[in-house]
């Protein structure tokens, strides 16, 4: 898959107020300072599109882009441009907010994930350079009471050594299974080499696929 459009649609402040859920929509959340921002201008192949920012949690509602994409491949039959929507939503953790507004932030965030009924895939960033760190692993368990779908993204393993980042991987997974099953589908990524791109775009694609077969076999 690749994307031929992205575009900027609308900050909401709840996800009532988010565009109507008439299409797929892949959602990306992290820790604050994860550079969920840097990754989702990497996969759009536009730095300006999410505004990136060195401050944690200036991510602070529900940040919507229509994205154009098309599963087509050059000398081949032409397939239909797909329309689908990217979120960013506000980072979990450390940020300089009062207490009331980081609880306003996890209620939005909540609401979010348990109501919004097009929400196809959630993305979790983790970042790479760090062994396990208890916040994250606290908020898939809390995405596993929700039945909240959701797949791996490590960011930033251009900052270490492969050796490093395989391993912080590797444990990362590992304490997971400490109360998972079944793990879930990951990814690891840098937004500076672009490192993980095309294998999650395809990932989104092949899910798009599945969507629109499921709703053909329905008519």
Known sequence: MH??????????????????????????????????????????????????SGSPGKTQMINHFEITSNNGEEGKKAVADLQWYLVDLPGYGFAKVSISSRRKWEQMIENYLRKRENLTQLFVLIDARHSPQKIDLEFLEQLKKWQVPFSLAFTKSDKESQRIVSKNVKDFLEAMRQTWQFLPRHFVTSAVKKQGRQKLLDYIGETNDEILLTAEKKK
Not at 16 to 44: T, W
């Open 3 to 52: 994307i031929k459009r992205a575009v900027y649609v609308i900050s909401s402040p709840d996800f009532e107020k988010c565009p109507q859920p008439d299409r797929p929509e892949y959602a990306f959340i992290g820790r604050s300072n994860v550079g969920k921002s840097s990754l989702i201008n990497m996969l759009c192949n536009n730095d300006k599109l999410a505004k990136t």
